[in-house]
């Protein structure tokens, strides 16, 4: 190799290309496993009961939790942003890991509530304050935001 030429792979395309390359093909892989999985869930929502898919969404979650590396360490990070060294790093690593299964657990309920009829719904709210103003609102052609806490 005479000096200051670049080095190629076999079809003439620098290493470092091939690299980007192969890490965007890994990535549209696991992008599309990854929306693959949500359809699968979101049919399995119509037609297994809540309790029977926490088990598996914790599963999911934990599995996220090792092949996202770039989220964990955006949770860790903001931890030690809030709380420095007040925190051991096992204990903000589980609240890290605990929130992500909580945001798992939210995205099953709304999966779930996306295809429950309105009365099922709403028989779970322990107490709503103001329904008539949503109600007006939505007559009246309005739009309407609404917060809910849990």
Same mark, same amino acid.
């Given at each position: 190799?005479?000096?200051?030429?670049?080095?190629?792979? +076999?079809?003439?395309?620098?290493?470092?290309?091939?690299?980007? @390359?192969?890490?965007?093909?890994?990535?549209?892989?696991?992008? +599309?496993?990854?929306?693959?999985?949500?359809?699968?869930?979101? $049919?399995?929502?119509?037609?297994?009961? =809540? $309790?029977?898919?926490? =088990? =598996?969404?914790?599963?999911?979650?934990?599995?996220?939790?090792?092949?996202?590396?770039?989220?964990?360490?955006?949770?860790?990070?903001?931890?030690?942003? #809030?709380?420095?060294?007040?925190?051991?790093?096992?204990?903000?690593?589980?609240?890290?890991? @605990?929130?992500?299964?909580?945001?798992?657990?939210? +995205?099953?309920?709304?999966? #779930?509530?996306?295809?429950?009829?309105?009365?099922?719904?709403?028989?779970?709210?322990?107490?709503?304050?103001?329904?008539?103003?949503?109600?007006?609102?939505?007559?009246?052609?309005?739009?309407?935001?609404?917060?809910?806490?849990?």
């Amino acid at each position: 190799m005479v000096q200051g030429e670049k080095r190629s792979g +076999a079809d003439g395309i620098g290493y470092a290309t091939l690299l980007v @390359r192969v890490n965007r093909f890994f990535l549209a892989l696991r992008n +599309a496993l990854l929306r693959g999985l949500t359809a699968l869930w979101m $049919a399995l929502t119509r037609l297994l009961p =809540p $309790a029977v898919m926490v =088990p =598996p969404t914790l599963a999911v979650a934990r599995l996220v939790w090792w092949f996202y590396p770039r989220l964990r360490r955006i949770a860790l990070t903001n931890l030690e942003l #809030c709380f420095g060294d007040e925190l051991p790093l096992r204990e903000r690593y589980r609240i890290a890991r @605990r929130s992500l299964e909580h945001l798992a657990l939210t +995205a099953l309920e709304f999966m #779930c509530f996306a295809h429950w009829p309105h009365e099922k719904v709403r028989s779970l709210a322990l107490k709503v304050t103001g329904w008539e103003h949503f109600e007006e609102a939505l007559t009246q052609g309005k739009g309407v935001m609404v917060l809910g806490m849990h």
